[in-house]
């Protein structure tokens, strides 16, 4: 985890320190200055997504705090969160919240080429659709969802890292993540349902 966040705020960081090096210099000019506050917001959004997903001590969330969560995602520019069909009034639950949230950085990562995240369902059960240009859930995810020991390769790789934790943040919050078939037998990747454990 600490890898992951370590890559994920090692970019903008990078512009950041860029920006201070060459405002140090007397280039204090207007373009220098967005390009600091841009990574800055960057990382400010990243962490709050990692906290949501990954953090201790929940809290309710509502649509619009998870929108924003939205800014949080690595290609966030290419991708649109769709939520008309989930309930508009209320939150979701601490803890069915934090689940959503790793669950929205594995649609993030599975959406390379940037796309549309949809969200369906009720405050207690959300399904969750991918769609874009070489939209997929990872290879694994499947056997994932199945044997506890396909989470322990993943694990070791940082930048696949939202896969395990996803299932095992949903499995800590008392919630199940499953695959459903495919919409309509198409071609798109197939629904990933997150709802409480029957």
């Not at 934090?98 to 405050?123: D, E, N, W, Y």
């Not at 071609?187 to 029957?198: C, F, H, M, V, Y």
Request: glycine share 10%.
């Amino acid at each position: 985890m600490c890898a992951r966040i370590c890559h994920d705020l090692g970019g903008p960081m990078g512009t950041v320190d860029t920006c201070l090096e060459l405002m140090a210099e007397g280039q204090t000019d207007a373009e220098t200055m967005a390009a600091a506050a841009a990574a800055m917001e960057v990382m400010q959004a990243r962490l709050r997504l990692l906290r949501a997903a990954w953090g201790p001590h929940p809290g309710p969330l509502t649509l619009t705090a998870l929108h924003d969560l939205t800014a949080g995602l690595p290609n966030a520019r290419k991708l649109t969160l769709e939520t008309d069909r989930l309930p508009a009034n209320g939150a979701f639950a601490p803890g069915f919240g934090r689940a959503l949230a790793a669950v929205l950085l594995l649609a993030g990562q599975s959406l390379p080429g940037g796309g549309q995240i949809v969200l369906f369902g009720t405050h207690e059960d959300v399904l969750v659709r991918i769609a874009g240009p070489h939209a997929a859930w990872p290879e694994g995810l499947a056997l994932a969802l199945r044997e506890d020991a396909a989470l322990d390769p993943i694990l070791d790789e940082p930048r696949q890292l939202a896969l395990p934790m996803a299932v095992l943040v949903a499995r800590a919050q008392g919630l199940r993540l499953s695959l459903l078939l495919p919409v309509g037998g198409g071609t798109e990747p197939a629904p990933l349902r997150l709802s409480a454990i029957a």
